[in-house]
């Protein structure tokens, strides 16, 4: 029977697909007890299963082609191996044996059992495996409940599956997309979360928020979900896969139309130049800033380079990295964002200091790389010895406190030194940029400001710190609001200090790919702005619509604004301007 969930969108497009509920426990489990005379048949439906599970994982492994293959298939080994142990595969015949526990049961029992162990490791990498664990049997508990249908399983090769769960982690997400997956339903999280930033990059639509998604869902609907809206259609009708194709029709005709505004400038209609970076975390972007215009990269997220792998990246690797980047960008300024680790990015190769009470105040960004300095140090000489390649700026997140800004800076030059007497050519100075997303920074700037070479504000924790809203609850959906006074008054300091000081300023965080906040960025002064690659091409067609000048009028009124809504009808005002 059609009916609809409610989320919200945090990765824009559609998707058809069959859901994947990526919560073992919610796999329809059968506890009765099985008959003597049932035991045989249910080994053999087990036997299917895994059989079906290995040869699922093994034409994942044929496919998989690009720069995260390694990675990838290193993944889908471990899960491989997994599936060919012995004592798995005994222990779950045994179950069936002798506990007479259906095949479904027997997978939550040893799901169970073997999380336990390895939640109570020390050791946090290995605790963080559980998750394969989770993976395989949640694969096999997969096939397990396709076994019932030739016809589901058609559907499922044909239209890809939509992940279903509480959340999902960035690191997972690379993995999962080359599994196949075409879109994410979750019941948490937020469109701020570094999952939804990469599922953007991934061009994957995922809904957030949506409480009722687990319960409500069956592993194998088919469904249809809507990255804008938040919605997502169960057991669609023809009109609504109608509606879809006419979507999909849509989409076509608008790039269509945007793409000649691909080689075109970013000028107001008053003449004012305004610059559109790009941010990137994967290769993919890297691309698709350059075919769509963009003036640089403004932000390159580098910690998704360090997620979804056991080791630290080394100096080589990076630096192979970071220079296909620069020589992607073909001339153009490069920003490279020094790591940004811990909070909701945590690596599972054990650098992000675990456990920690509370980790978005905790060790994160900077913090972390002045308490690994090997790590910074490694990092920074990776970034300096692409500078021969191309202009290359380096930025640091998180910083709180000049100091912060003076020890990189003295790394930089040790790193500097260090690589000249090697023999390498590298750039004879280097830009030095900080983040400013920290409200100590952001009050503290006119003291910090003579030591930077840029800024750039990275709004998605500028909001979340100085309002004290977690950017990834959901629960605080309405209170995590960019345009709150609090924030726009600091964000009118951050452009004014720049300005006074000449130093340039972006803003990188998520508005500045909104086009709802377009005009008010352009009221309260700001020129460069830096966005995810995909939406350069909207913001610019607005952008080329628009007055500076008038909008400009409208900056002291914003400011004077007491409450939100009073911010709002002066936005109001700003739609009507040209
Ligand atoms: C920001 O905080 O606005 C930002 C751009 O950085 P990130 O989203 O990676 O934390
Ligand atoms: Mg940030």
Redesign the pocket.
Known sequence: MRHQLEGSGASRGMALGRARLEQPSRFLVDETPLEQSEVAGELQRLDNALASARHELRGLRDKLAGPLAREVAEFIDAHSLILQDPEFVNGLHELIETGRYHASAALKLQRDSLVAVFEAMDDPYLRSRREDIEHVIGRVQGALSRESSVEERKLASRVGEILVSDTVAPAELVPLAEHGVLGFILTSGSA?S?SA?LARSLRLPMVVNSHAALSHLQDGDLILIDGDSGKVIVHPTAQDIAGYRHWQREVAQQDERRARLRGVETRTVDGAEIRLFA?AELAADVAQARTNGAAGIG?Y?TEFLYLQRNQVPGEEEQFQAYRDLVLGMGGLPVTIRTL?LGADKADSAGIVLDEEPNPALGVRGVRLSLRKPQLMQTQLRAILRTSCYGPVRILV?MISAVEEISTIRRMILECARELRTQGYEIADSFELGA?I?VPAAAIALPSMIRKLDFV???????VQYTLAVDRNNSELDTLYDPLHPAVLRLLSQIIAVCARANRPVTL???IAGDTRFTRLLIAMGLTDLSMHPALLLEVRELVNTLDRSALRKHAPALLRATDRAGVRRVLARLEDAP
């Open positions: 701020l570094h930033i941010n932000l997220r940004d997140p983040m997303e750039a504000i990275g709004t998605n924790d500028l990188c965080g998520e």
